[in-house]
């Protein structure tokens, strides 16, 4: 009990939910909001700003011209983008570790190509459920980072000292709750999108997401697992979920165009090996 | 700890070592054998390419 106790004790003194993110929440909201509003409460936090834009302004985004301001940004990604892209930021600003707990550059490039995979797997979907997928797969190992922040030595001695398996099952042994319970409760601290949440509480456990976000989940679950096949970035672990043919399923791939999907997600990759520096 | 994005860093006989040992670890499915031999075939074509370049 004791050593999930520390957790839970840490996670109530977690940094509140920034007040960028808090004020976007709200607005985004709201039908008759306009860009120049949005605007307004990103240009509140000048640190953000210049992510954004220098985000936005990466070859990722393949801009032909450069973007100057954010409701440039808005106008070209959209509320939802915009949205996730400063949701992202904020939680990997607030949820920065040591280096010695964790490298959160590698870290970093998992939690991006998890993301980028994810976009290509559901590269049949409509815009808004590939920002999703990209979003879902950058977050979704958010509970490791919050045992990290809250409790290193823990955190250190479960991910990196011990020689047994790191999966869920004995997170649960040590800590009393996995890494998807533990980032679940930051991010309906945070009120996360239902999306994004779906996937942080079930990627290891797809079949047992809400029906509305099963696709989005194996989306993750299945470039979750093909960034560990390919070695992209680290997550602490490299411990792969079991494989849930469900998931697989639940994508309507065949093997035929996954080979495709792979190469393009590894070139967007490299693509924004620039943006994966910086953040 | 150190890990490279999009593994371009390693090489072939390394990738390899990786993927044996990372389907040791996954219980055995068709889908992720196939998956692991596309994941090579991708890895060793990324390859040949860098070096062409």
Redesign the interface.
């Known amino acids: 009990m004791d050593n999930f106790q520390t957790v839970v004790d840490q996670l109530a003194d977690l940094p509140s939910t920034p007040v960028v993110v808090q004020k976007l929440h709200m607005l985004i909201q709201d039908d008759a909001v306009g860009s120049r509003d949005v605007a307004r409460i990103v240009e509140t936090d000048s640190a953000l700003v210049a992510r954004v834009l220098k985000l936005v302004n990466s070859p990722f985004y393949g801009m032909t011209q450069s973007v100057l301001s954010v409701e440039d940004a808005i106008a070209i990604l959209g509320f939802n983008t915009l949205h996730q892209l400063v949701l992202s930021t904020a939680v990997f600003d607030t949820l920065a570790v040591d280096n010695s707990t964790l490298?959160m550059a590698?870290f970093w490039?998992?939690s991006f190509?998890v993301g980028v995979f994810a976009k290509h797997l559901s590269s049949n979907a409509n815009k808004d459920s590939q920002s999703e997928a990209l979003t879902g797969g950058i977050l979704h190992d958010i509970g490791r980072l919050v045992i990290a922040k809250c409790d290193p030595s823990k955190f250190v001695t479960f991910y990196?000292k011990r020689k047994s398996?790191t999966g869920i099952e004995q997170e649960m042994e040590f800590f009393e709750r996995d890494h998807q319970q533990i980032g679940e409760m930051l991010a309906r601290k945070w009120n996360f999108p239902a999306p994004i949440t779906a996937v942080i509480s079930n990627h290891h456990t797809p079949s047992a997401a809400p029906d509305e976000y099963k696709k989005l989940v194996a989306a993750v679950n299945i470039a979750d697992?093909?960034c560990?096949?390919?070695?992209?970035?680290?997550s602490a672990t490299?411990?792969?979920t079991?494989?849930d043919?469900e998931a697989?399923r639940c994508l309507g791939l065949s093997?035929d165009k996954?080979?495709d999907r792979?190469?393009a997600a590894?070139n967007e990759?490299?693509k924004a090996?620039q943006m994966?520096e910086s953040l | 700890m150190e890990k490279t994005t999009s593994n371009k860093s390693l090489d072939v006989t390394e990738y390899r070592k990786h993927l044996e040992r990372f389907l040791s670890m996954i219980l055995h499915h068709e889908e992720v054998q196939e998956m692991a031999r596309i994941a090579e075939e991708v890895f060793c074509e990324r390859n040949d390419s860098s070096r062409i370049n």
């Open positions: 490298n590698a490039q998992h190509g990196f398996v697992l093909l560990h096949m390919m070695q992209v970035g680290y490299s411990y792969v079991e494989f043919p697989w093997m996954l080979k792979i190469h590894l990759i490299d090996s994966l």
